[in-house]
């Protein structure tokens, strides 16, 4: 069983930057897609970055290219999302998730790719 725990959240002002933090456990770290989502009040959740821990891509939306950059810890089994720039439209819960059974790719926006969902963190970026 995988677990996933979420830890980084909190308020900055626009132009700032936070780091979000995903501890997995419960699978071979090696062998995983693990990915960031998050949900603004009102809206679709949507897939923000990805990466597969067995090999070296990663994957962003178009709206946090150039902003956001995955980041993989092995010694830690930990993945990181580190968010700069911010902008008062990135507020949102964001969830880290997860899935040993597919290796990230085509798709990994897509909400069904995931079996696993951390309980979230609240990310506030205020003008």
């Known amino acids: 069983q995988v677990q996933l725990v979420e830890s980084g959240g909190g308020s900055v002002q626009a132009g700032g930057s936070l780091r979000l933090s995903c501890a997995v456990s419960?699978?071979?770290?090696?062998?995983?897609?693990i990915g960031w989502f998050r949900q603004a009040p009102g809206k679709e959740r949507e897939g923000v970055a990805a990466?597969?821990?067995?090999?070296?891509?990663?994957y962003y939306a178009a709206s946090v290219e150039g902003r956001f950059t995955i980041v993989q810890d092995n010694a830690k089994n930990t993945m990181f999302l580190q968010m700069t720039s911010l902008k008062p439209e990135d507020t949102a819960m964001y969830y880290c998730?997860?899935?040993?059974?597919?290796?990230?790719?085509?798709?990994?926006?897509?909400?069904?790719?995931?079996?696993?969902w951390g309980q979230g963190t609240q990310v506030t970026v205020s003008s």
């Open positions: 998730v997860a899935d040993p059974g597919y290796n990230c790719g085509a798709g990994w926006s897509l909400r069904s790719k995931y079996n696993y």
């Open positions: 419960g699978y071979t770290y090696s062998e995983i897609c």
């Open positions: 990466k597969y821990t067995g090999g070296t891509l990663t």
